[in-house]
């Protein structure tokens, strides 16, 4: 069993390698001065934002899980990103990419980093790319990526 810090940085470690794959960043690089991380007050979803995208994980949903793609050898249907440019979309991923011992942002509440804002209403969590209009709503119930 691990101890709770080894846990606590397992998961920090797991935040990296998913941000450098969607934000771009190189996980030695990577600081927490870069990327900010929260839940939601039902502790179900949690996100890390940063100027160069947002990744949301979902604990528990009742949504049907999407397809997994071949090429993917992982965990799929739980995350789902942002970055410049691009299209909202679900990624595959080996570990857990956040931290669900992060600060709670409340219903209502917002979080900008850069072109990125992730807002929490008590249907959903959306985060979108300010700039073009592509991001992601994650809910319990369903998921949208655009």
């Given at each position: 069993?691990k101890s709770?810090?080894?846990q606590?940085?397992?998961t920090?470690?797991?935040?990296?390698v998913i941000?450098?794959?969607?934000?771009?960043?190189n996980?030695?690089?990577?600081?927490?001065?870069s990327l900010?991380q929260?839940?939601?007050p039902?502790g179900n979803?949690?996100?890390?934002?940063?100027p160069?995208?947002?990744?949301?994980?979902?604990?528990?949903h009742?949504y049907?899980?999407p397809?997994?793609p071949?090429?993917?050898?992982g965990?799929?249907?739980?995350?789902?990103?942002v970055q410049?440019?691009?299209?909202?979309?679900i990624?595959?991923h080996?570990d857990?990419?956040?931290d669900f011992h992060?600060?709670?942002?409340?219903y209502?509440?917002?979080?900008?980093e850069?072109n990125f804002?992730?807002?929490v209403?008590t249907?959903?969590v959306q985060?979108?790319?300010?700039t073009?209009?592509?991001?992601?709503?994650l809910?319990?119930?369903f998921?949208?990526?655009?």
């Amino acid at each position: 069993m691990k101890s709770m810090k080894s846990q606590y940085f397992s998961t920090v470690a797991g935040a990296f390698v998913i941000a450098g794959a969607v934000f771009g960043v190189n996980a030695g690089t990577a600081n927490a001065a870069s990327l900010d991380q929260f839940v939601t007050p039902s502790g179900n979803i949690g996100c890390l934002i940063g100027p160069a995208g947002a990744v949301c994980q979902i604990r528990e949903h009742s949504y049907a899980m999407p397809q997994r793609p071949d090429s993917c050898h992982g965990n799929y249907g739980d995350v789902f990103a942002v970055q410049s440019g691009e299209a909202g979309r679900i990624t595959c991923h080996t570990d857990a990419p956040v931290d669900f011992h992060s600060r709670t942002v409340g219903y209502g509440g917002q979080v900008r980093e850069g072109n990125f804002v992730c807002t929490v209403s008590t249907q959903y969590v959306q985060c979108v790319d300010a700039t073009s209009g592509h991001g992601f709503q994650l809910a319990r119930e369903f998921y949208e990526v655009y």
